[in-house]
Nanobody, 120 residues
Framework: QVQLVESGGGLVQPGGSLRLSCAAS????????LNWWRQPPGKERELVAG????????TVSNSVKGRFTITRDNAKNMAYLQMTNLKPEDTALYYC?????????????WGQGTQVTVSS
């Protein structure tokens, strides 16, 4: 059974930090790109960061560049999003997503999300 479970969200003051975790099971984790998305209240889902299966290449969106870092530990089937200098506009439901594009189609797995609220 494929599962992605996010954790680590919560309420934090502006300027604070959080580390989100994504625990994967039920598939070969290292074969998948791992993405973090977020959906602010009333807005569309936005891609925040992504890291390839080997972990050698990672990207983050311009809106979080210099503040967020994505990493993964394939030995533990885990991925992380370290968030620093958080701003109120970072408030959103954060999702992890594992994606593997193959010639025969795309495998796309999603977690249920973890809420991040940045407020004083």
């Amino acid at each position: 059974q494929v599962q992605l479970v996010e954790s680590g969200g919560g309420l934090v003051q502006p300027g604070g930090s959080l580390r989100l975790s994504c625990a994967a099971s039920g598939f070969t984790f290292s074969n998948y790109v791992l993405n973090w998305w977020r959906q602010p209240p009333g807005k569309e889902r936005e891609l925040v960061a992504g890291i390839i299966g080997s972990g050698n290449t990672a990207t983050v969106s311009n809106s979080v560049k210099g503040r967020f870092t994505i990493t993964r530990d394939n030995a533990k089937n885990m991925a992380y999003l370290q968030m620093t200098n958080l701003k109120p506009e970072d408030t959103a439901l954060y999702y992890c997503n594992a994606r593997n594009r193959r010639l025969s189609g795309t495998d796309d797995y999603w977690g249920q999300g973890t809420q991040v609220t940045v407020s004083s």
